[in-house]
């Protein structure tokens, strides 16, 4: 059974980086769907990219194009997201989650990013802080 760990996050100054990682073990990561997650205190899940098992296709939502980079290193294991430019109202806690490669879990429709909430594995979510 795919479990998946995130790792990376932790306390940052805007406009500076952080990379957050989703190590799976059990089962191979481009088997699936990764979809990276947030939440922030008192707001609802809110996806923000995913990158396809079948052929890598990456999506994001407009709230972090142009800032976050999904990617994925099929020797280890693991699907990376790079987020630059850091401000405030990114502080949240993340998640990575893996679903299905059929039916798609997400993608772009009428333009804009779409992803299922229904994924079938998650990870225990990591905290982001963007704070001087």
């Known amino acids: 059974q795919l479990q998946l760990v995130e790792s990376g996050g932790g306390l940052v100054q805007p406009g500076r980086s952080l990379r957050l990682s989703c190590v799976g073990s059990g089962s191979t990561l481009d088997y699936y769907t990764i979809g990276w997650f947030r939440q922030a205190p008192g707001k609802g899940r809110e996806g923000l990219s995913c990158i396809r098992g079948n052929d890598g296709t990456t999506y994001y939502a407009d709230s972090v194009k142009g800032r976050f980079t999904i990617s994925r290193d099929n020797a280890e294991n693991t699907v990376y997201l790079q987020m630059n430019s850091l401000k405030p109202d990114v502080t949240a806690v993340y998640y990575c989650?893996?679903?299905?490669?059929?039916?798609?879990?997400?993608?772009?429709?009428?333009?804009?990013?779409?992803?299922?909430?229904?994924?079938?594995?998650w990870g225990q979510g990591i905290q982001v802080t963007v704070s001087s």
């Open positions: 989650a893996a679903g299905s490669i059929t039916p798609p879990m997400c993608g772009y429709s009428g333009g804009h990013y779409y992803t299922s909430p229904i994924y079938d594995s």
